[in-house]
């Protein structure tokens, strides 16, 4: 359940780009899991991956912590499945 003393929710989407099935493998999965732990000054609530795409519904422990920044560390996944991706580069 969600706390009502949140103040802010996002609900992001991030997708692979050309949209392929990317996704869909352990490497990746743990990938994400590890990058979801480096973001400590966020409250990540639930996750849906999908092959080409992942879903967050996450909240920042304070106001303001911006967004851009959880999303660049998303982006900046290295998940090498068969060739670079436009978003692959590191942190």
Request: hydrophobic share 50%; with cysteine.
């Amino acid at each position: 359940m969600l706390p009502w003393e949140c103040k802010v929710i996002y609900f992001l989407t991030v997708c692979v780009v050309p949209r392929r099935n990317a996704l869909a493998n352990d490497v990746a999965w743990r990938a994400l899991c590890q990058t979801l732990e480096r973001l400590d000054q966020w409250n990540t609530y639930c996750v849906l991956v999908m092959p080409d795409h992942v879903h967050l519904l996450t909240a920042p422990l304070e106001r303001v912590e911006a967004v851009a920044a959880a999303t660049a560390n998303l982006i900046g996944l290295r998940v090498r499945t068969r060739a670079p991706t436009p978003y692959a580069r590191s942190i």
